[in-house]
Structure formats: C-alpha cells, structure tokens
C-alpha cells in the first residue's frame, strides 16, 4: 500500500476562509500531482511538481497554489474559499524507475459553506 | 477537448457476468493506457495497464483489449463479482510527458 497521508480527509468551512491541504509521502518520489475530483467521479490535473521548487499548473485552471520545498511534501492552498471550490482533492505521487506507477492518497473532501 | 472519451458513464451487471467498458483516445502519441478502479472514500488506485505493442493484457478475471488502429482500448471483467462494484477510469499518456489524462469514469455495479 502506498505511503500517501493526506490531512484532513474532510473540511466544511465558511466562505472566505484559507485553507491548506496537506500532502506527505514518504517514497522519496519526484513526481507529485493534484487532482481534483468532481462530485460526478472526473479527474482533473490542477497542480503537478516534478521536484523540489518545480511547480506547474495543470489542465485545469484552478485558483489554488502549492508549493514544493521538500520532496516529501506538496501543501495546495486556497486562500480564500468559495462554494466552487468545494470538490474532492486527491493527491498523488510517481516513481520515474521501476513500476512508474501514479499512487493516489485517498482524498481530502473540501464542503465550502 | 477531451482527449479520452470512455463509455458507458455507468453499467449494471449481474454476478457472474461480463463488464466491458470502452475507452477511445484521439492522440497518436500516447503510449501507456492504465486502468484505475476506484472505491467509495478512496483514491484511485491502478489495475492494469498496456503499451501499444500487445493487443491483449490478462491479469487474473481483468483483460484489456487494444485495437492501435481505431484508437481504442477496453477493460473486460469476466465473471463479475459484486466486490467489483465500484468506479473505473481508462487514462492515457504520452510516455515522457509524466501527465495521464483520464477518461470521465465508469460506475460499475455488479448486482448479487
């Protein structure tokens, strides 16, 4: 089983609030990626990080930000909330040797009020 | 444009029976098609997976079938149980782009 923490696993918070997903592995992973879910089940990719300091925006524009100062840790910030952002994030990480497999945490459910 | 389109959205099958679920891309440059099945209050996580040289990969009652020219692949589930019951996803990704793109999912019911 991967070894994929994210915290916390459900949020309800109020309009206008910041608020921070975290993301840690501990496979020492380059490769990290932010999904985010729709109630309906589709992925989309809004963040990846190939390394520390590396961030791009991913196929969907989402109004979020991470950032990427430890390999160990992909935190995405929204710093101020609003009913559209309530969704599903998954966080996930890749290995570029060996299986090369994309490992899902298993989500944080963001309901903003 | 959705580079992935996978069919049914969502598909009841009774124990037993055969679940297949289409998948179609339109960039000739991928090159690694997975599969990904998801549970209530999980991430997904994957299944099975093919590259482009083989047109079959069998991995215990999960086949999926690759047809290069028509830009298509599927899962088959042979004899469905109903701890099958959950969400599927076909991705695709051109191999040094590092970035799946998934198809909208698949709702997979497999009635007892």
């Known amino acids: 089983e991967a070894d994929i923490y994210q915290t916390p696993r459900y949020l309800v918070i109020g309009t206008g609030k910041k608020i921070t997903l975290e993301c840690s592995q501990t496979?020492?992973?380059?490769?990290m990626y932010w999904y985010q879910q729709d109630p309906g089940m589709e992925l989309h990719l809004i963040h990846y990080?190939?390394?520390?300091?590396?961030?791009e925006k991913g196929d969907l524009s989402s109004e979020s930000t991470v950032s990427r100062i430890r390999t160990e840790h992909f935190p995405l910030t929204l710093e101020s909330a609003r009913p559209s952002h309530t969704s599903q994030y998954l966080c996930?990480?890749?290995?570029?040797?060996?299986?090369?497999?994309?490992?899902f945490g298993a989500g944080s459910r963001l309901t903003v009020l | 444009q959705q580079q992935v389109k996978q069919s049914p959205q969502s598909l009841i099958v009774q124990k037993g029976g055969i679940s297949i679920i289409n998948c179609a891309y339109e960039?000739?440059?991928?090159?690694?098609f997975p599969w990904y099945q998801q549970f209530p209050g999980k991430g997904p996580a994957l299944l099975i997976a093919?590259?482009?040289?083989?047109s079959e990969k069998k991995e215990g009652r999960f086949t999926i079938s690759f047809n290069k020219s028509a830009k298509q692949f599927s899962l088959h589930i042979m004899d469905s149980q109903p701890g099958d019951s959950a969400t599927y996803f076909c991705?695709?990704?051109?191999?040094?782009?590092?970035?799946?793109?998934f198809g909208k999912g698949t709702l997979l019911t497999v009635n007892p």
């Open positions: 990080s190939y390394g520390v300091n590396s961030t």
């Open positions: 991705a695709a990704e051109k191999g040094s782009n590092y970035k799946l793109t």
């Open positions: 996930a990480t890749r290995s570029t040797s060996g299986a090369n497999v994309l490992t």
């Open positions: 496979m020492g992973h380059d490769k």
């Open positions: 093919i590259r482009p040289d083989v």
């Open positions: 960039n000739t440059a991928f090159d690694y």
